[in-house]
C-alpha cells in the first residue's frame, strides 16, 4: 500500500539549515510527483513545493529564496532542504503524493530554537 | 497567488445539514479539494476536483461548486465529524484556505 513517512531533527536552532527526508513505499516517485506541506502549530496549512515525477521542482514562491527539494530514486526517498530557519519555521512538516494529495505521512515537528 | 477564504467556524447539532464554504480569488474551475483534519492527524482527503466523494469517505460528505464558489455538504452531521476542514485548489500552486473549525453543540 501507498506510504509515506517524514524524518529528520526535531529542533533546528535559528539560522541553520533544516534537513528532512520523505521516504516513500507502494509506488515510484518516477510516476508520482511528493509534495511538501507544512503547518504551524494551530494554524493553517502552507504548501511548500514539490518533486515532479520527471525530476523538476517548483517551489512557493514566498520560500523559494531558501528552499531545496531533491530526491533519490533508487532509495525512494525525496529530500527537503530550507535554509535560515527562523522561528516562524516551527511547523509540521508533511510530504504528500500529488493527485489530489490522498495519501500523506504522519508528518514530523520541526522546533525552530535555541 | 489564489487566496482560498473559509468562514472560521460553524457550530450545529448532530443529525443537522451544515455547508462549509470556500470562495477563491479567481477562477479554479473544479480543481478544489477538501480535506479534513482531526488534532493530532494529517489531513484526509474527503473530495477531490469539486464533487467527486473519495473511496472510502461516507456518503454523507458531498461537494459542489465550480469556478470561484466551492461548498462542502455534511448531512447529516455526526458527533465524530468535530474537526477542521480545509480547501484547496490545484488550478495552480496548491494554495488552502485557512480552515472551518467544525464544532458540534
Known amino acids: 500500500q501507498v506510504q509515506l513517512k517524514e524524518s529528520g531533527p526535531g529542533l533546528v536552532q535559528p539560522s541553520q539549515t533544516l534537513s528532512l527526508t520523505c521516504t516513500v513505499s507502494?509506488?515510484?516517485?518516477?510516476?508520482?510527483?511528493v509534495h511538501w506541506v507544512r503547518q504551524p502549530p494551530g494554524k493553517g496549512l502552507e504548501w511548500m513545493g514539490r518533486?515532479?515525477?520527471?525530476?523538476?521542482?517548483y517551489y512557493n514562491s514566498a520560500l523559494k529564496s531558501r528552499l531545496s527539494i531533491s530526491r533519490d530514486t533508487s532509495k525512494s526517498q525525496v529530500f527537503l532542504k530550507m535554509n535560515s530557519l527562523q522561528t516562524e519555521d516551527t511547523a509540521i512538516y508533511y510530504c504528500?503524493?500529488?493527485?489530489?494529495?490522498?495519501?500523506w505521512g504522519q508528518g514530523t515537528l520541526v522546533t525552530v530554537s535555541s | 497567488d489564489t487566496v482560498l477564504t473559509q468562514s472560521p467556524a460553524l457550530a450545529v447539532s448532530p443529525g443537522e445539514r451544515v455547508t462549509i464554504s470556500c470562495r477563491a480569488s479567481?477562477?479554479?474551475?473544479?480543481?478544489m479539494h477538501w480535506y479534513q483534519q482531526k488534532p493530532g492527524q494529517q489531513p484526509k482527503l474527503l473530495i477531490y476536483?469539486?464533487?467527486n466523494l473519495e473511496s472510502g469517505v461516507p456518503a454523507r460528505f458531498s461537494g459542489s461548486g465550480s469556478g470561484t464558489d466551492f461548498t462542502l455538504t455534511i448531512d447529516p452531521v455526526e458527533a465524530n465529524d468535530t474537526a477542521t476542514y480545509f480547501c484547496?485548489?490545484?488550478?495552480?500552486?496548491?494554495?488552502f484556505g485557512a480552515g472551518t473549525k467544525l464544532e458540534l453543540k
Open positions: 504528500t503524493r500529488a493527485g489530489s494529495f490522498a495519501y
Open positions: 507502494g509506488f515510484s516517485l518516477m510516476d508520482y510527483s
Open positions: 518533486m515532479k515525477y520527471d525530476g523538476d521542482t
Open positions: 479567481e477562477s479554479v474551475s473544479t480543481r
Open positions: 476536483g469539486a464533487s
Open positions: 484547496q485548489q490545484s488550478w495552480n500552486d496548491p494554495t
